[in-house]
């Protein structure tokens, strides 16, 4: 019965909490900014590396494989979408979820490095994002090489709202964000969800009770280059340019992960706080600061956070919260 009182006690509040965040993000962010084209450029990109960040989380979280090859899910499904767009005609949102498709395909090709563990794992799926982008280099015909490609399509207009300005495209990468983050919440409640972490806890013991932790792997695998891969598609409409040292550059591994460690990966709050602290930081502050270089002090932040904080952001503020609860009892 006090189970029953809780749920019911809180569903109310956390209810009106999320339709005011969503209504603060999807209407007042772009009515308060939305004339301010830098800032909503600066909100876009944090977001792009949010939507990565939460990925790689899901990953390393519920599929425990710890991933520096994201870079690799970005580039194919940046060339997808921007390829079906420009040489075989397609709309922009059906490519986008195309180049999504592609990546978790391509992912298919990594599946031999499932049965690595730790730092294996992670260096082999590094080996195939370089691999990825030797291809979509040498392959120049489809590619256009190490010129890459030019004139991508936009984002379109809908219903007269044109998502190719400022405004529409934060809505665009936002929607994607959020949407990962509810499969995310999804699948982490669910049975999958707790296979998962009892494969954690004993991958042997698993094996045992007829779960096949092979096939889980590979699943999350999947999911998390397809989310990869639609943001990675997004931004190619976006910027509307492509180069292969531009879709497969490391950052797009190494800043997600910067990202995701310093909000907290094991949280699904917590990469998107730490995308949004981390890029706003480095654009707004240490840029200006340190014109060459300030990438560095990203790295310092991450150390400095591993050694205060090593559950992230988010963790620091459950703490405080539960000082303050035992202070007032």
Request: net charge positive; with cysteine.
């Amino acid at each position: 019965m006090s189970i029953l009182k809780t749920t019911t006690a809180w569903s109310g509040p956390r209810v009106a909490v999320l339709a005011v965040a969503l209504a603060v993000l999807y209407a007042g962010v772009p009515l308060v900014f939305g004339q301010n084209l830098y800032l909503m450029s600066l909100a876009v990109a944090s977001l792009t590396i949010a939507g990565v960040a939460l990925a790689w989380a899901l990953l390393g979280n519920l599929g425990g494989m710890v991933s520096f090859g994201h870079a690799a899910f970005f580039g194919v499904g940046s060339y997808i979408s921007a390829l079906l767009t420009l040489k075989a005609g397609w709309p922009v949102f059906p490519a986008m979820l195309a180049g999504g498709v592609g990546a978790a395909t391509a992912s298919l090709a990594m599946a031999p490095a499932l049965r690595l563990k730790g730092p294996y794992f992670a260096l082999a799926i590094l080996a195939y994002a370089q691999i990825f982008r030797i291809i979509a280099t040498e392959w120049s015909d489809l590619t256009g090489g190490a010129s890459g490609l030019s004139s991508i399509p936009g984002l379109p207009k809908v219903a007269g709202f044109d998502f190719g300005s400022k405004s529409g495209g934060y809505l665009v990468v936002l929607t994607l964000v959020l949407m990962f983050a509810a499969i995310y919440a999804r699948l982490r409640g669910s049975h999958v969800g707790l296979a998962l972490r009892a494969m954690h806890e004993s991958e042997d013991a698993t094996r045992v009770v007829g779960v096949n932790s092979v096939m889980l792997k590979l699943a999350m695998l999947m999911l998390s280059a397809l989310m990869t891969g639609l943001v990675g598609a997004f931004n190619a409409h976006y910027i509307n340019f492509l180069e292969p040292d531009y879709a497969f550059n490391a950052s797009w591994a190494v800043v997600p992960i910067i990202a995701a460690i310093c909000g907290g990966y094991r949280t699904i709050l917590g990469p998107l706080v730490g995308a949004v602290t981390v890029y706003l930081v480095d654009q707004l502050v240490l840029k200006s600061l340190l014109p060459t270089g300030h990438q560095i002090v990203l790295g310092i932040l991450l150390v400095a956070m591993i050694i205060v904080s090593p559950a992230g952001l988010t963790a620091l503020r459950f703490k405080r919260t539960r000082r303050g609860v035992y202070a007032a009892s």
